[in-house]
């Protein structure tokens, strides 16, 4: 039975085997599996990013000031 043929019916209508049914289809499904992997990489390069400027910063921010106190 299609899923839009239900609207009438109560909750207590719908069958335990339709309800198994569909939870299967939910976790099966992987149409969202790219916008999950795109997120955990997004994630990481955040956390790289952030490492990196913890580490570096200040050796960074005293090169940049070095470079433009060399041009006055």
């Not at 916008?35 to 990481?44: D, G, H, K």
Request: charged share 10%; hydrophobic share 55%; glycine share 10%.
């Amino acid at each position: 039975m299609h899923a839009g043929s239900r609207r009438g019916y109560a909750l207590s209508m719908v069958s335990a085997k339709g309800v198994v049914a569909r939870v299967v289809r939910l976790l099966l499904d992987d149409g969202g599996q790219g916008l999950v992997e795109y997120a955990l990489i997004l994630a990481t390069v955040s956390l790289v990013a952030i490492a990196a400027l913890n580490l570096f910063g200040h050796k960074a921010n005293n090169t940049l000031l070095n470079a433009a106190s060399n041009l006055n």
